[in-house]
């Protein structure tokens, strides 16, 4: 089946009673059960709900996985992915991740005794020398957030599995109809399912994807003792949100493209950062494990300031001042001072992530628009 026809289709089967062509809303806390210990599958809402699995099913089915686990935010399916582990356990990670998980791993994980290398994934020698006998994950993010910085997958993963090490990759910014790790060796998949997946700014939610039976148990019993769920009203959104996926994300790229090119030839932008030029480090494995480049970048400008990147994120009109991406509308956001503030400075100057950096997240309006609103922008600096 074509990812298009999976993204309408899969995972949703008409109303058992009336025949409804969409899912329904379960809004229900219980279930009747027919006698103790006897019932249809359903018990306590917390863990399961049929609107929630539906959508499990349907995500799983994007990423050509067995099993989908959804969550109440993308940090607590990250946050459950870490609960897999032991004090003592290390985790090897990048120097250029979403500062929410190396918040989470620096601030909430490592008191518990889990260790993280946050290294260069870009090249896969620079694993070597951290890869020991407590080596238990390594968690890749690619295209990272917010400098698009590119890992080879199937590299890493071979190595991950010489050692029995798992590995997990935040899909996010590809969404799997650019990217689907599991096909190249990755054990777990995690989506913000906030951003491409719900697709219209509406919907908080994170999502998991396994194809070991052990591992999605694992997983299963950590979501249903802690509690991170999501709700039958917000699985619903996202289940309308995923029929439409694959043409939202032909206009992402499309509008992406165009827009990274407009900036790249413009004199008052200096380095733009988008996996899809040629020049893009790393640009040959996003064209070998990518199907398209996405509708995420980010810039800087030639007249580098923190000033001046304020003046122009306060002029756009149609580009929106805010966190998060991968909605319909376009989005422009100041990494350093909104979604990665909790990385110290000094840690993100070494890293690439100057206080000046501006990311885009493009949505699907007409690029002509959004292309002449970032050229007033430009115009006044």
Known sequence: MKFGTKAVHAGVEPDPTTGAIMTPIYQTSTYVQESPAKHRGYAYARGANPTRNALQKSIAALENGKFGICFSSGMGATDAVIKLLSPGDEVITSNDLYGGSYRMFKR??????IKFHFIDLTSSENLIPYINNNTKLMWLETPSNPLMRIIDIEVCAGLAKKHGIMVAVDNTFASPYLQNP?????DIVMHSVTKYLGGHSDVIMGALIVNDEKLYQDLAFIANSCGAVPGPQDSF???RGIKTLHLRMERH?????????????HPKIGKVYW??????????????????FGGMLSFTLKQDSIENATKLMESVQLFSLAESLGGVESLINHPASMTHASIPKEERLKNGL???????????????DLIEDLEQALAGI
Do not use: T, W
């Not at 790229?253 to 827009?259: A, D, E, Q, Y």
């Not at 996996?275 to 398209?292: E, R, V």
């Not at 100057?354 to 949505?363: F, N, Y």
């Open 253 to 265: 790229c499309f509008n992406g493209r165009k827009i990274a090119e407009y900036l790249k030839s």
């Open 275 to 292: 996996p899809g030029f040629s020049d893009h480090p790393n640009h040959s494995i996003a064209k070998k494990q990518m199907k398209d």
């Open 108 to 113: 909430v994980f490592e008191k518990f005794g």
């Open 237 to 239: 959104l996202v289940l």
């Open 354 to 368: 100057s206080d000046s950096l501006i990311r885009l997240s493009i949505g699907v309006e007409d690029v002509e």
């Open 182 to 186: 599991l096909a190249l060796g990755a």
